[in-house]
C-alpha cells in the first residue's frame, strides 16, 4: 500500500526541522562504532576491574564473545517491575547459550505514580525520567559491552532508558517486557467505586477492597495508561520482539520471549554479521510510527511529552502538532480501558498489536521499510510467538479482529480520527485527548475557577462550592514550578460533578494521566504559569472557551492580555521528600511542549 500523503508529509516535515542534529547526531554515533568492540580499548588493569567478580572472566579477557550489559528497573516495590528479579539468572544463562557472556551493568530508580499520585512524591516523578536517563548512561560508561538489554515497563522507566539507549545509540538496544498481570476487578468497577467513594456513598472499606483486587499480583496494570502505552510503543518502533508486550509474567511464553530477545541481543553487535546500532532503528520513521500507534490505540497523554524527549536524544526534532496532524490522519481501531471497558489482556486476546500494525500497513499508514529488532522491515509484526518446545517460533497474527467491541479494522473503526488534539490561542498551547470524552463535550464554555494545587480543589468540593459549569483551572503545576506532578487523584471528584448534570473541564499546565477519561481535560499548557504564561492571568470568574473541534483555548474577558500575572510561591513545592535535591531540575527544564526536557 503506499504511504498516506498526510504520514509522508509529517516524516518529510520532522526529516527536514532535524537535519542538522539528526546529521550531528549520526556522525557521532559512526564514530563511536568504527572503534570496534568497547572491551578492546580498555588496559588490563581497568578489564581486571570489570571481571574480577565474573565466574566467565576469562571469556572476557580473553575472547571475542560478546558482552551485553543488562540495565535494570528492577524492584519489588512496582508490580510491573517485580518480575524482573528473577530476569538476570535467565538472561546470563541464555547469553551462554548463545556465545555470549552477560552482565548487569547497573540499576535505575523506578517510582509508581500509583503510589505516589495526589502526594507530594509525585513531582518528582516526571524529572525521574531525567534521572533514569543518567543512571542507565552510569551504568553504560564503563565501556564494556557490545549490546545493551533494557529492563523497564512503566510511566517514565521506558522514555528514561530509550533516552539513554539514543545516546548509547552505536551499541545495539534490545527493550524487554515483563508483562501485564491477569485481569482483576475491571476498571470500570474500580472506577464506580471510585467515584461512590469520592461522593461519599461508600466507606473506604470498600474503596480498599476494590482497589486490592484491581491491583492483585505481579505484572504491570491492565488498564491503558502510559505504562502499557509504552510497551506498545517499543513494539511499533521496533525495540521489542513481535508480539512480547502483553504476554503475562513467568509464564513459559514470556521466559522463552526473553530467551528470544537475548538471543537477538547477542546477535546483532558488531561482533557478527548483522549490525544494528540502536541510533539507526530510533529514526525519524520509527519514531513516527510510535506516533501513528499511540493515535489508533488511544494511548497515553503522558507520551506526546516522552516522545520528543526520547526523540531528541537521537537528535530528531518532533512538535506536538506532528501529534496533531497524524491523529486527524489515524482512525481509533482500539478501546481499552479507559477508552472502553477492555483491558490489555483482552486487547491482545483480541489481536493485540499485530492485528493493528498489519491493518495500519494495509492503509498505508505506517512505515515499514523501517530497521528493527527483529529485522529489517514492520511486517514481521504482523506475526505472533508461539512456543515450539522451550523456543519461540513466529507465525501469522490474526488478519480479523476477533471482538470487534475492542479492535476494529482501520477502515471500520470506533473514530475516524486518534482523538488527540492540539489546542492553541490566547492561553497558550497544549493537548486535548477526547477519545473517551462524550462528543456533546468537546466544546466547553464556562466560568473559571482558579486554584494553585489540587488540594484545593478537592477542599473546594467538598465544601460543596461547585454548583455550577465550571472550567477548573489548576495552574502552577508544570515542570519549572513543582515538576510537572500528575493530577489523576481530580479525576473522581471531576467525574461526579460532570455525572451531576454540570459541564466541567480541566485547564492546566500539568498532567493527567493516561488513565484519565470522559471529562475534558485541557493540559501540558505552555508557556506555563510559574513563567508568567497565561495561564497567570486567568482570575475567578472569566469566561473560558474549550474547543477541542477547533482546536482553541482562550480567555474571553475583555481586559485579559492587559493584567499583570499572578506570581508563584515556589516554598511549598521545593521542600520535603526529597524535592529539595530536584531544585536544579527545576530551575532549567525544558516547556512541556518540547518535553520537559532536563537532560536533552
Not at 537535519?19 to 581486571?48: F, M, V, W
Not at 546470563?92 to 530508580?109: D, H, I, L, S
Not at 490505540?297 to 526523540?311: D, E
Request: proline letters at 6%; a negative charge.
Amino acid at each position: 500500500m503506499t504511504l498516506h500523503a498526510t504520514i509522508d508529509r509529517v516524516t518529510d516535515r520532522i526529516r527536514a526541522r532535524s537535519r542538522n542534529t539528526r546529521d550531528a547526531y549520526l556522525t557521532k554515533i559512526a564514530r563511536a562504532a568504527e572503534e570496534g568492540p568497547r572491551r578492546a580499548h580498555l588496559s588490563c588493569g581497568n578489564q581486571a576491574h570489570a571481571y574480577a567478580a565474573m565466574p566467565d572472566k576469562d571469556d572476557l579477557a580473553l575472547t571475542r564473545k560478546p558482552n551485553i550489559g543488562i540495565v535494570t528497573a528492577y524492584n519489588d516495590m512496582l508490580s510491573a517491575h517485580q518480575p524482573y528479579e528473577r530476569y538476570p539468572d535467565l538472561i546470563r544463562r541464555a547469553g551462554n547459550a548463545a556465545g555470549a557472556t552477560v552482565q548487569v551493568a547497573g540499576g535505575v530508580p523506578a517510582m509508581c505514580d500509583g503510589v505516589t499520585q495526589g502526594r507530594a512524591g509525585m513531582e518528582l516523578s516526571l524529572f525521574s525520567r531525567d534521572v533514569i536517563a543518567l543512571s542507565a548512561g552510569v551504568a553504560l560508561s564503563h565501556d564494556c559491552f557490545d549490546a545493551a538489554l533494557y529492563l523497564g515497563v512503566c510511566d517514565k522507566i521506558v522514555p528514561g532508558l530509550v533516552m539513554a539507549a539514543a545516546t548509547f545509540g552505536h551499541i545495539p538496544a534490545v527493550f524487554l517486557p515483563a508483562g501485564p498481570m491477569p485481569s482483576g476487578l475491571p476498571n470500570d468497577e474500580k472506577s464506580r467505586v471510585r467515584q461512590q467513594f469520592a461522593a461519599g456513598e461508600v466507606g473506604r472499606d470498600a474503596l480498599m477492597a476494590a482497589e486490592m483486587a484491581s491491583y492483585h499480583s505481579p505484572g504491570t496494570c491492565t488498564f491503558y495508561g502510559t505504562a502499557n502505552s509504552n510497551q506498545m510503543l517499543m513494539e511499533f518502533m521496533g525495540l521489542h520482539l513481535p508480539g512480547s508486550s502483553f504476554v503475562n509474567p513467568n509464564t513459559p511464553l514470556r521466559d522463552a520471549l526473553t530467551v528470544a530477545g537475548v538471543q537477538r541481543a547477542a546477535a546483532i553487535t558488531r561482533l557478527g554479521n548483522d549490525f544494528l546500532p540502536a541510533g539507526e532503528v530510533l529514526d525519524e520513521k520509527a519514531f513516527v510510527n510510535g506516533i501513528v500507534g499511540l493515535m489508533a490505540t488511544g494511548g497515553s497523554t503522558n507520551l506526546v511529552m516522552h516522545i520528543p524527549a526520547m526523540a531528541k536524544a537521537a537528535g530528531i526534532l518532533i512538535d506536538i502538532g506532528d501529534f496533531n496532524d497524524i491523529s486527524e490522519t489515524v482512525p481509533l481501531m482500539a478501546r481499552v480501558y479507559p477508552n472502553g471497558l477492555a483491558d490489555v489482556n483482552h486487547f491482545h486476546a483480541a489481536g493485540g498489536i499485530g492485528y493493528m500494525i498489519g491493518q495500519l500497513l494495509d492503509a498505508g499508514l505506517l512505515h515499514e521499510d523501517v530497521k528493527t529488532i527483529h529485522g529489517t522491515g514492520l511486517d514481521g509484526y504482523t506475526t505472533e510467538p508461539r512456543l515450539d518446545g522451550d523456543a519461540i517460533r513466529w507465525e501469522a497474527g490474526a488478519r480479523d479482529t476477533l471482538n470487534d467491541k475492542i479492535l476494529r479494522p482501520a477502515h471500520d473503526p470506533f473514530a475516524k480520527t486518534g482523538g488527540l488534539k492540539q489546542l492553541g490561542g490566547n492561553l497558550g498551547r497544549g493537548v486535548i485527548k477526547i477519545s473517551a470524552v462524550a462528543p456533546e463535550r468537546h466544546v466547553i464554555e464556562a466560568r473559571a475557577r482558579v486554584f494553585s494545587d489540587q488540594e484545593q480543589v478537592k477542599a473546594a468540593f467538598k465544601a460543596g462550592e461547585f454548583t455550577e459549569d465550571t472550567v477548573v483551572v489548576v495552574r502552577f503545576q508544570g515542570p519549572r514550578a513543582n515538576g510537572m506532578p500528575e493530577l489523576h487523584s481530580l479525576t473522581p471528584i471531576l467525574a461526579v460533578l460532570q455525572d451531576r448534570g454540570f459541564k466541567i473541564a480541566l485547564l492546566t499546565d500539568g498532567r493527567m494521566s493516561g488513565a484519565s477519561g470522559k471529562v475534558p481535560a485541557a493540559i501540558h499548557i505552555s508557556p506555563e504559569a510559574s513563567v508568567g504564561g497565561p495561564l497567570s492571568r486567568v482570575q475567578d470568574g472569566d469566561m473560558i472557551r474549550l474547543d477541542a473541534v477547533g482546536g482553541t483555548i482562550d480567555c474571553l474577558a475583555p481586559d485579559f492580555e492587559s493584567r499583570l500575572a499572578a506570581v508563584h510561591d515556589p516554598v511549598p513545592s521545593s521542600q520535603g521528600m526529597g524535592r529539595e535535591l530536584f531544585a536544579a531540575f527545576r530551575a532549567v527544564a525544558g516547556p512541556a511542549t518540547e518535553g520537559a526536557g532536563v537532560v536533552v
